[in-house]
């Protein structure tokens, strides 16, 4: 998980960010916590948040859950639903499962948009996995072990197809796909058409987790 400040056109504002490079992006204990106490960080300053989405998901595995890998894991969770700043979120590549909803506040319809570059990928899970478990029996039916394979790959490049991020948008799962180098625009567009005399009615976050 990466987090960091910084600026557009002078107005200040929070990243949070997965790292591609370090399992892929999936979000364990650690990385749930980080993310986490950084939005309480933002929260307590008064600076919206940019969120840069690129997870397959949470980690799973013994390992991790042996770390109370759902315990920190619905930390984003609790922190996002009581925000009082607003997040943009920018769906970058990989956008699955909870660890998705991680990253968007705890809901798709938390930010104060979503949107997602032509490359990115949406589901409720892996979609390896999501064939896997929801086509089990299908699979088993079939006894030659090359044909089953054949027909396994059919069916993640269907899911595949639907989980792009232009049918996302047609679902209304997303605001808009856009070109990378809009982006920009879009995250100075969104932070300007807030009234600034709003947020500094809500209330303060009085104290940021030190742990």
């Not at 759902?70 to 970058?92: D, E, K, M, Q, Y």
Request: aromatic share 6%.
């Amino acid at each position: 998980m990466v987090t960091g400040l910084g600026r557009v056109e002078g107005i200040p504002f929070g990243v949070i960010a997965n790292n591609a490079a370090v399992s892929g992006g999936a979000i364990d204990s650690e990385a749930a916590d980080k993310a986490a106490r950084f939005m309480q960080l933002c929260d307590a300053h008064r600076l919206p948040i940019l969120s840069l989405c690129d997870t397959p998901g949470n980690m799973i595995g013994p390992v991790s859950e042996a770390t109370g890998l759902v315990r920190h894991c619905s930390r984003p969770f609790v922190v996002g639903a009581n925000l009082t700043v607003p997040i943009f979120a920018v769906l970058v590549r990989k956008a699955y499962g909870l660890g998705r909803q991680s990253m968007l506040g705890g809901s798709m319809r938390a930010p104060q948009f979503t949107v997602a570059w032509p490359g990115a990928e949406y589901g409720s899970m892996g979609l390896e996995g999501q064939v896997k478990a929801g086509r089990r029996r299908e699979l088993e039916a079939i006894n030659d072990p090359e044909e089953r394979d054949r027909r396994f790959q059919e069916m993640v490049d269907e899911l595949f197809d639907k989980a792009r991020a232009v049918n996302a948008a047609a679902a209304f799962s997303v605001d808009e796909v856009l070109d990378p180098v809009d982006t920009r625009a879009w995250l100075t567009a969104g932070i300007r058409s807030l009234d600034p005399a709003t947020l500094a009615k809500r209330e303060r976050r009085s104290h940021v987790d030190t742990w």
